[in-house]
């Protein structure tokens, strides 16, 4: 693989990387905002399961103190592209920012958890439905 291509692939981790970040707040938002209003979409049984998974991924591996398997991955083709761990390219300055920050690790495993306890909070209180055949 050139550095290039390397370069690219990286870049296109941190969008996907971003863009699971910002489905778990998002979504998270969307729940605790949509639940009380009576929103159906928000209790879509497949898009709450996926949340939920996502979130409890998360925190387990904050538990363990694993970075997450995106960033690894990420990290190992910047390493083959040549350039430094988080700079260089424009997407992956501007796009980092957006999600890391330097704090203590337990700072991490706290707000992980808390969350992950926001979505079970919101999986209990707006239950999600699953649509029968005939709602189809």
């Not at 979130?55 to 591996?61: E, G, T």
């Not at 999600?99 to 979505?119: D, H, T």
Request: proline share 4%; aromatic share 16%; hydrophobic share 60%.
């Amino acid at each position: 693989m050139t550095p290039a291509v390397a370069a690219l692939l990286a870049d296109a981790i941190l969008a996907l990387h971003v863009g699971v970040v910002a489905f778990v707040v998002l979504f998270t938002l969307a729940i605790v905002v949509g639940g009380p209003l009576g929103w159906r979409w928000v209790r879509a049984f497949a898009l709450r399961a996926t949340h939920l998974a996502l979130m409890l991924v998360i925190a387990l591996q904050a538990w363990l103190g694993r970075l997450c398997p995106l960033t690894t991955w990420e990290q190992s083709l910047r390493n083959r592209a040549g350039q430094a761990t988080y700079g260089d390219s424009f997407i992956q300055y501007w796009l980092s920012r957006l999600i890391f920050f330097e704090a203590p690790w337990w700072v991490f495993v706290f707000a992980y958890s808390a969350f992950a306890g926001l979505v079970a909070l919101c999986w209990w209180r707006w239950p999600p439905v699953r649509r029968r055949a005939q709602d189809r």
